[in-house]
């Protein structure tokens, strides 16, 4: 079978494995994304438009780029466009009601009204849409229990700059806001009017309680101001080997209060690694309380 010009120019244009691989380790290297050995056709994919933007004529030249320039910047474009940010309002909502219902009530220890602030932190925050959810959930908590003086706020961050620009925005299409109660529309977010119909934004009140930072998990100290109580890493250690998820679960176990919660998602698990959490079923981990 004779090979057409078009064949011949897409073979020569292919990524080869010694180039899939460098490739690799400079994600690897960058966000611990583990893209295993399959990915070559998502990879070329979601970087040949960059690469293109570039004038890069191939992946030969486009990785000498990556290898001969002062290429921070580059390196970060390029986990922006292979990190998998998919999310969405309430998304595993189970957990965010039981967040709601049994761990800030525990927290805030409600017949003694003791904790003064409730501190959370959304790890893996994508586009935004989990931790306004979390905001939300706290927010309803508090709004059922105006007894309570517990101040509270929630730290969100991700490796991301392209999700954490649309966080920053915090406008959402209304048909993907997936909200357990109707009610919950009215209350913390504005309809858009004009060119924004069919958008909504969240509320200041809620947005004023998510403060917002680009982290990356594997660096090796977290520019956050304070221990947690709950922190949310779900939905992303799935992206990262064994070794790497071992590590990270260490740093946010760090990172928790005595007696403070780890949430991962439904398709994480903890099951093949070390660690010091005690499992309380459904996702949730809880770190030690302090000795007294
Ligand atoms: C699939 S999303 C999960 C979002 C949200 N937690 C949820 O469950 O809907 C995974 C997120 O992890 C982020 N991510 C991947 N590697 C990271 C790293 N090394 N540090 C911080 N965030 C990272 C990605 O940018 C992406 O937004």
């Known amino acids: 079978m004779t090979s057409t010009f078009q064949d011949k120019v897409l073979q020569e ?14 994600v690897y290297k960058q966000s611990r994304i583990n893209l295993g050995d399959k990915k070559k056709s998502f990879l070329s994919s979601r970087l040949l438009g960059r690469r293109n933007s570039l004038h890069i004529d191939s992946w030969k030249s486009y990785c000498q780029f990556l290898k001969s320039t002062a290429v921070e910047t580059e390196i970060d474009i ?34 003694r009204n003791r904790l003064k602030e409730l ?3 959304s790890a893996a925050c994508s586009s935004g849409e ?7 959930t706290v927010s309803e908590f508090f709004r059922k229990n105006q007894n309570l003086k517990t101040n509270w706020s929630v730290y969100a961050s991700d490796i991301s700059q392209k999700a954490l620009k649309i966080a920053e925005k915090a406008i959402y299409n209304e048909t993907k806001l997936n909200l357990p109660d109707p ?17 909504c934004r969240i509320k200041k009140s809620i947005k004023d309680k998510v403060r917002l930072k680009r982290i990356n998990l594997f660096q090796p100290i977290y520019p956050l101001p304070h221990k947690y109580h709950i922190i949310l890493c779900r939905n992303t250690l799935i992206y990262f080997d064994r070794k790497s998820q071992e590590l990270l679960v260490s740093k946010l176990y760090n990172q928790l209060d005595p ?3 780890l949430v ?3 398709s994480d698990s903890l099951a093949l690694i070390k660690h010091q959490f005690k499992s309380i ?5 809880q770190k030690a309380e302090a000795e007294s």
């Open 13 to 26: 244009d292919a990524l080869s494995t010694e180039d899939y691989q460098f490739l690799c380790s400079i």
């Open 78 to 111: 390029l986990i922006d466009l292979i990190a998998t940010n998919h999310t969405s309002f309430f998304r595993e909502n189970q957990q965010l009601k039981r967040v709601e219902e049994e761990i800030i009530p525990t927290l805030v220890d409600i017949d």
């Open 119 to 121: 501190k959370l932190w």
């Open 130 to 136: 989990e931790p306004y959810s979390l905001a939300i």
């Open 183 to 199: 009610e919950l529309l009215e209350r913390y977010f504005s309809r858009g009017l004009k060119s924004y119909t069919g958008k």
């Open 259 to 261: 007696g403070g919660y």
């Open 264 to 266: 991962v998602g439904y």
């Open 281 to 285: 079923g459904g996702g949730f981990f």
